[in-house]
C-alpha cells in the first residue's frame, strides 16, 4: 500500500492520494482512490488496510470504476460527473488515474498511443488489489472515453462494461477529420491546451506563455496562417503530435494503430455510449456505437451496446445551450443512469434490463424517445428546385417531394476562401440551434426550402445528401446544413455535413468543370418540425473555422497561406438528368404514447 495520508471526505468516504502503479516498462502511473464506506478501517495505518493487516473474511470487498484522463485526476471530469465521493459513497472503490505523461504520471505523453496497454495493466494490478472484489467498470468522456475503447480492446480480465461518452472509436473519421476536412477549430484549440500542460512540465516558461497567451484568444488562433506554422506549436523540446495531426490528413496507419478502427472484434463487453447533438464528436460516438453493434466479438456485447443522445455540446450537459432552453426533459441525471448501469454489470442489480437500447432527445419537441434501431435508410427524398437563383434565403430555392421532371436552370455560387462562408457558430465555432438568418443573407450560400409543412415531420437518424455539382477548381468542399425555420423566422441549426473533393473522389479522380455526384452524410439528428415550419437546406463550400477552408489550389490546407488561396465557381444542377436531392430518415409514426421522459 502506499504511504500517502488517507483523506476523510465524509460520509465514511476516504481518499487516498498518488497511489503507484508500475507499468511493464518500468513507468509509474499515479492514482488517487477513493474507498467507499464499508470497507474496514482499524488497521495500523491512517487508511485502507492491506490484505496482510486485517483478516480477509473481513475484507468487505467491492467493484471498481476507473477512470483514466490527462486533465488532472483532481479534477476527475467532475464538469459533467458526480465527484468520484458520490461513486463511492454507492459501495464503488473509485479510482482517478493520471495518463502517461500527464499530472503525476511518469513517461512521455502523446495522445492515445501508450492507452491501450497502459489501460489494460491497470486493470490488471487493479482487479487483485485486496479492496477489489475483481470486476471492474470504466467511466469518463472525451480522452477518457477512449481511454476505455482502447482498454477494452485489450481484453482485460476483469474488465466487465465501460460507459464512453463524447467520444469515438474512429479517430481521423470521428475526431480530427470528416470526409477529408479537418476539424480546425477543436483539433488547433486542443491542441494549444495539451501542450501547454507539456511545456510547463518541461519547464519551458516562454513555450508555455506562448501557448498560454494564444489559449486566452481561441477565436483568433484559427486565422494564423500557414496554420501548420502557428508559433505556439513550435519550438524547441515542444512536442510535436499536433503537426502530426495536421500532416496526416488521410487515412491511415498513423491513425488506426491509435484508435480501435481495426479491433472492434476484440471488444466482448457491453458498453454505454453518451453523445450530443452539438458535441464536435458526435459523428463518432454514433458511429462507434453503431460499429460495436455489428462488430463487436460476441453476440452477448453486440447486443448490449447502448446509446443516449441528448441536446448538448460537449461541455455542460444541460437544458441550455447559449439562449436555447430545451426544456425540464433535457436535465436528465446522467449520474443516476451511470449507476444503475454499473449496479446492473457490476453488481448484478438487473435494474438496466428494461432501459431502451437508443434513448434520444427530439429537438423542437423537447422529449426524449426511445428506439430499438438506429434508422439504417432515408425514406423522404427532398429534391432541389429553383429557377436559377437559389442564393441566399432571398432567392427562389425549393424543397420538394417531386423529382425534377423538365430542365430547371443550375444555381452558381463563388466561394472565396479569404471570405469564407462561417460556421454556424460564427468565428468562434461554437455549437447550438443558433439562428442562421442573417448568415443566409450572403449570395455564397444557396438555400432551398419547403413550403409550411402541413403535419409534423420527425428527422431521426443520419441525413444525407446526393448533389450533382461542378466547379472551376480542381479542390474543393461541399457543406450541406439543415436548418429548422420555425415560424416566426428564426432559422434554427440542426446538423451539418462536409465532403472535400480530393477524399470523396480519391479513387475515381476529380476535375475541374465536371460534373461529379458528391454523396455524404451530415451529421446525426433527431429533430421535430412542427407543423407551420419548414424545412431548409444550405449548401456552401466553407464552414470555417469549423473546418479549415480548402485553399482552391493544390497546397495542403495545413501549409496555405492567402497567397496560395484560389476562387472558384461552383454549380448545382437540379434536372430530371440529376435530380440532386437531400435524404432524410423520417419516423412514420408520431404516437405521443410512444414518447417517454427518461428519468
Known sequence: ???????????????????????????????????????????????????????????????????????????????????????????????????????????????????ARDGAETIAWLRVRPESNGRIGMYGFSYQGMTQLLAAAEQPEGLVCIAPGMTTADLYHGWFYNNGALRLASSLGWGLQMLKEDTRRLKLREASDRLESAGANLAFQTSVLPFREHPAIHGEQVP????????????????????????LDKIEIPALHVS???????????EGFLALRELARSEFARANQYLIAGPWVHIPWGDRIGTTDFGPEALIDTDA??????????????????????????LGENRWREASEWPTQANRVLYLHSAGRANSRKGDGMLRCEA?????????????????????????AASGQFDQAALELGNNVLVYTTEPLKEPVLVFGTPRVSLFCASSSDHGDITAKIV????????????????R???????????????????????PTSCLFAAGERIRLEIASSAFPLYDRNPGSSVASCRATS????????????????PSAILLPTEESLDPVSVKAAK
Open 563 to 578: 497567397w496560395d488561396w484560389r476562387r472558384s465557381t461552383q454549380i448545382v444542377h437540379h434536372d430530371a438528368e440529376r
Open 1 to 115: 500500500m502506499s504511504e500517502n495520508v488517507f483523506v476523510d471526505c465524509g460520509n465514511g468516504v476516504r481518499l487516498e492520494r498518488g497511489v503507484r502503479c508500475r507499468m511493464s516498462d518500468g513507468t509509474e502511473l499515479l492514482s488517487d482512490h477513493y474507498y467507499p464506506p464499508d470497507y474496514p478501517t482499524d488497521s495500523p495505518t491512517d487508511g485502507p488496510p492491506s490484505a496482510t493487516q486485517v483478516s480477509p473474511a473481513r475484507i468487505r470487498r467491492n467493484p471498481t470504476l476507473l477512470m483514466r484522463q490527462p486533465y488532472g485526476r483532481d479534477i476527475a471530469s467532475t464538469v459533467v460527473y458526480a465527484h468520484p465521493v458520490w461513486f463511492a459513497r454507492h459501495a464503488y472503490n473509485v479510482v482517478i488515474q493520471d495518463v502517461r505523461g500527464r499530472g503525476g504520471s511518469q513517461g512521455e505523453f502523446y495522445p492515445f498511443r501508450n492507452e
Open 240 to 263: 510535436r503530435y499536433v503537426l502530426d495531426w495536421f500532416d496526416h490528413d488521410e487515412t491511415g496507419e498513423y491513425w488506426s494503430s491509435m484508435d480501435v478502427s481495426a479491433s
Open 337 to 362: 443512469i451511470l449507476l444503475r448501469w454499473f449496479n446492473h454489470w457490476l453488481k448484478d442489480s438487473g435494474e438496466f434490463s428494461k432501459e431502451p437500447r437508443i434513448r434520444h432527445f427530439v
Open 276 to 286: 450530443g447533438w452539438y458535441d464536435m464528436f458526435l459523428k463518432g460516438s454514433v
Open 484 to 499: 429548422r425555420v420555425k415560424t416566426n423566422g428564426v432559422a434554427e441549426f440542426i446538423c451539418i455535413g462536409i465532403a
Open 501 to 523: 473533393s480530393s477524399w470523396l473522389f480519391a479513387e475515381n479522380g476529380y476535375r475541374a468543370d465536371a460534373i461529379h455526384k458528391w454523396e455524404f452524410d451530415l451529421e
Open 404 to 428: 425534377p421532371d423538365e430542365e430547371e436552370a443550375c444555381d452558381i455560387f463563388v466561394h472565396n476562401p479569404e471570405v469564407p462562408v462561417m460556421a454556424p457558430g460564427g468565428a468562434a
